[in-house]
């Protein structure tokens, strides 16, 4: 599991940073695992989905399994706006 204070390669991650807009509108359906977490995390930190399979051993098609319920709970179209 992905350190929940570094991101791959040990620089600090800056504590919900990626998601507070969203999650301060109240636009969250519902609360996002702790997978959905990381797997956002990642892609906050500019990670393709190959390398976010690889650093959480997940398939790339599970990697956009997740990416789209957390689309779906934060109500957003694309990854950018997650």
């Known amino acids: 599991m992905v350190d929940q204070h570094r991101l791959p390669g ?3 991650f800056p504590e919900h940073a990626a ?10 359906v519902s609360p996002l695992t702790a997978r959905e977490y990381d797997v956002l995390r990642l892609v906050a930190a500019g990670h ?5 399979g690889a650093e959480l051993n997940l398939s790339v098609n599970t990697v956009k399994t997740y990416l789209r319920e957390v689309m779906r709970k934060l109500g957003t179209r694309n990854r950018a706006q997650s």
């Open 10 to 12: 040990g620089a600090p």
């Open 48 to 52: 393709t989905n190959l390398e976010i």
């Open 19 to 28: 998601v507070a807009p969203t999650l301060a509108a109240g636009a969250c």
